[in-house]
């Protein structure tokens, strides 16, 4: 029997990261989870606590001291956590530093100091700002993005590859679409079910609502991220991973609605052609580069949103 790697997923109570956490059990490996559970749920992992082979540290990525120790005799890190909210850097400047940047450092620092070579890294699409590409290729640039949830993001890419030169480690970075699915806090479609229950004749939509964006069900961005750790083995390896398609925030509004079995609902529009300062109007990733090895989506952005309308609808609101 091969030996189970000792995989550490930081975040790995969070949205994605605790569906990562699933497969990487299913497949046999030894699961440890580092979350300080400030956005995770203990609900999303309650399954694996009674696993003998899987462990939950409630620490923090700031605490250099207990990401070291948890970084102790592992094979691969996965690393998930972060503050998701994009629009949270317009009235706090301080927390995607703390929570993206830092927290990463103190992480690659951690690897070092323990030998940890290899890391795999979920950053975003927002990265490439507001790209004159559509859709967008892993080397567009120059890179300037917009939010400073995108700048954070691009600096721990940047760390990432650097340290994986200075000190021979191996590097995946992912590229995310808007990834959605069971398990999401936050996010449009979370937003538009919160809003229609509250008020199931009008919807408020940010923006104009003809910002267009590619969107992926959570099942396969952890299928599409395990496929390139397997097929891909350059020292850094760089994979947008998205829909081949998009839908727009109306055409959201409209899905969702239809799922909710609501009819004459009055759409209200904020204005203007982004939903807040740092939201990039439109955005479609290439992923060419992943279907050159072997993997593609089975789901459109409309199918992935609809069959996450519905499970949060089961989950949560009935």
């Not at 993206?100 to 690897?111: D, G, P, R, V």
């Not at 859709?135 to 340290?163: F, Q, V």
Request: aromatic fraction near 8%; charge should be negative.
């Amino acid at each position: 029997m091969p030996t189970k790697n000792k995989i550490l997923v930081t975040g790995g109570a969070g949205f994605i990261g605790s569906h990562l956490v699933d497969c990487l059990t299913e497949k046999g490996n030894r699961i440890t989870v580092f979350d300080n559970l400030s956005s995770g749920k203990i609900g999303f992992i309650e399954n694996h606590l009674e696993n003998p082979d899987f462990t939950l540290i409630k620490g923090d990525l700031l605490d250099h001291k207990a990401i070291e120790r948890a970084c102790k005799d592992i094979d691969l890190v996965f690393h998930v956590a972060a503050n998701p909210d994009v629009r949270l850097g317009a009235s706090d400047t301080k927390i995607h530093f703390d929570q993206n940047i830092l927290a990463t450092y103190n992480l690659l620092e951690a690897m070092r100091k323990n030998s940890v070579k290899k890391v795999a890294f979920t950053s975003t699409s927002t990265i490439y700002g507001e790209a004159h590409i559509m859709p967008t290729p892993e080397n567009y640039g120059p890179l300037l993005p917009i939010s400073l949830y995108g700048a954070s993001k691009l600096a721990c890419e940047a760390l990432i590859t650097s340290y994986s030169h200075t000190f021979d480690m191996q590097a995946w970075i992912f590229r995310f679409a808007n990834i959605v699915g069971p398990r999401s806090t936050h996010g449009i479609t979370v937003d538009f079910i919160r809003k229609l229950q509250e008020n199931p004749i009008q919807l408020e939509i940010l923006g104009d609502g003809k910002q267009e964006k590619s969107y992926l069900h959570v099942s396969e961005c952890v299928d599409a991220i395990l496929f390139a750790i397997e097929k891909s083995k350059e020292d850094v390896n760089i994979f947008n991973i998205g829909s081949e398609d998009t839908i727009s925030a109306t055409g959201i509004g409209r899905a969702i609605v239809e799922e909710m079995k609501l009819s004459e609902v009055k759409f209200i529009y904020t204005g203007g052609n982004r939903g807040w300062k740092g939201d990039v109007p439109r955005m479609r990733l290439d992923i060419e580069k992943l279907k050159d090895i072997g993997w593609k989506p089975a789901y459109t952005s409309e199918r992935s949103v609809r069959e996450t309308a519905r499970t949060l609808l089961d989950e949560y609101y009935n």
